[in-house]
């Protein structure tokens, strides 16, 4: 990357930057492999924030079938992030994982976990686990809040049989010929998956994050107190493909102490460690044995970091200065945090990153843990909160005695509820992929790139002013 026609004389954030088109012989965006190629399997640079109200194991399925990376956090117990790490290695990869309800439930109770949307769809099974029938989703927004799920069952919805799923093309052209946008896939009777036209079409596109089983990829997160060993040993017995050493101030000795002690396993899995935002520390964290450094402090949407404790840096800096002495050492960066736009996934990949970690921006997805509420004026949202707040305190230190607790939630930090609404135009975590990564491949092909390596190398990049910044933002609304 090079600045064109000046040099900063101070450190920046995203939006204190462009990207200048250069000469390209790039013509289309599909010509574009957008891989990270840092050894974490992935084959598009995006990766979900290991946050409690950010990524479950559905959402992390859903992203590893479209390439990205999903990391289960920390403060999962550990059963149960030996449970989620099984389950996502359980989902199929060219179909969808099916929402499930049982025939008594009521249409309410289904709406808090899957909207009235197209392209999704509820798989209806008895107490024992055998097939009922299927339910796009879109046929709820019709129904009685108080109907039973079961009486919406009137006569079968199309199937169509896996054997006739071969991919995703010829899947796309039965469903469209049949007049299809959603449907169950069944082998022999019984439900493997679901399939939408458009997830038929993604995965012309896409190609999903495996292991060398054929399954799909997920990542997880420890700490750096406690039996770090004995978690990580677990987390790579239960089929992990990545372990992400994380606390808020990685630039630390119980960090080295930590990612050596995972090191000395020999488990054969990437190490992620952070966070951090400079060059000596981004050395010291490789020499004790990290692969890949999670970089940026205080850029978060749920992060109150920098105005409490004055402590941070402008993240395009910080992945600029870290991924160049991240390259020096064969390691790689991914940028955590501060991006609200593609041009900022862009930006980050420009300055260095090999991925862009995404936090509160996919909170308000479908696939995101959590339930779905309703505002006073009938919006969705779900609710997003800080790792170092106060709920996240309460959940990470719920085993502790009243005393103890008290004490950890006295220097609790961060927001502790927020609400993040659902665009009801992308409603789901495969929506914003589609919106991100077409804005990145255009930018790969601006910059005359094919590839993470030649953006990293021919990226151009200007200073602006504030109002350059809001120049760039389109007119909502007529003069």
């Not at 002690?261 to 020999?266: A, S």
Request: net charge negative; charged share 20%; glycine share 10%.
């Amino acid at each position: 990357m090079q600045f064109y026609g000046t040099s900063p004389r101070h450190d920046l954030t995203y939006s204190d930057v462009f990207l200048v088109p250069s000469r390209s012989n790039v013509t289309s965006r599909l010509d574009v492999s957008l891989a990270p190629n840092d050894g974490s399997g992935a084959t598009i640079p995006i990766v979900s924030a290991n946050m409690n109200s950010v990524t479950g194991k559905r959402l992390a399925a859903t992203l590893a079938r479209r390439g990205g990376l999903g990391v289960l956090p920390q403060d999962m117990h550990l059963q149960d992030l030996d449970d989620a790490i099984r389950w996502v290695k359980a989902q199929p990869v060219m179909l969808d994982t099916p929402y499930d309800a049982r025939p008594e439930e009521s249409v309410a109770d289904v709406l808090r976990r899957v909207p009235a949307v197209e392209g999704h769809g509820i798989v209806v099974s008895d107490a024992n686990g055998d097939y009922l029938g299927c339910l796009a989703a879109i046929q709820l927004g019709s129904a009685l809040p108080d109907a039973r799920i079961g009486d919406l069952l009137h006569g079968a919805l199309t199937s169509l049989d896996a054997e006739d799923v071969t991919d995703g093309k010829s899947a796309f052209r039965v469903m469209d010929a049949a007049g299809l946008e959603f449907a169950p896939v069944l082998d022999h009777g019984r439900i493997v998956g679901t399939l939408s036209k458009r997830s038929a079409l993604r995965s012309t596109i896409y190609t999903p994050a495996l292991d060398a089983s054929g399954r799909l990829r997920v990542a997880a997160a420890v700490g750096i107190n406690g039996d770090v060993a004995g978690k990580a040993k677990a987390l790579a017995a239960a089929g992990v493909d990545v372990l992400v050493v994380d606390t808020a101030h990685g630039d630390q000795d119980g960090m080295l102490r930590a990612i050596r002690t995972v090191k000395g396993l020999d488990l054969g899995l990437p190490i992620v460690a952070g966070n951090v935002v400079t060059e000596q520390a981004v050395r010291d964290l490789v020499h004790a044995g990290a692969d890949i450094l999670k970089v940026g402090v205080g850029p978060g949407a749920m992060c109150t970091t920098r105005m409490m404790t004055a402590v941070g840096r402008p993240q395009f800096s910080a992945v600029l200065e870290t991924s160049a002495a991240a390259r020096e050492l064969g390691a790689h960066v991914w940028a955590d945090g501060g991006v609200r736009y593609p041009r900022d996934v862009a930006l980050a990949l420009a300055a260095g990153g090999a991925s862009v970690m995404i936090g509160s921006w996919f909170a308000g997805t479908i696939e995101a843990p959590g339930t779905l509420n309703r505002d006073a004026n009938g919006a969705l949202y779900k609710e997003s909160w800080g790792m170092a707040s106060t709920k996240a305190v309460k959940g990470r230190f719920e085993r502790l005695d009243a005393y103890d607790l008290a004490r950890k939630e006295l220097f609790a930090e961060g927001i502790s509820s927020s609400r993040i609404f659902l665009d009801p135009l992308r409603p789901s975590v495969e929506d914003l992929l589609d919106m991100i990564t077409t804005g990145v491949r255009s930018s790969f092909t601006y910059a005359g790139a094919r590839t993470l390596l030649e953006f990293h190398e021919r990226a151009l990049v200007g200073i602006q002013s504030a109002a350059g910044y809001e120049e760039g933002k389109a007119l909502p609304v007529s003069w």
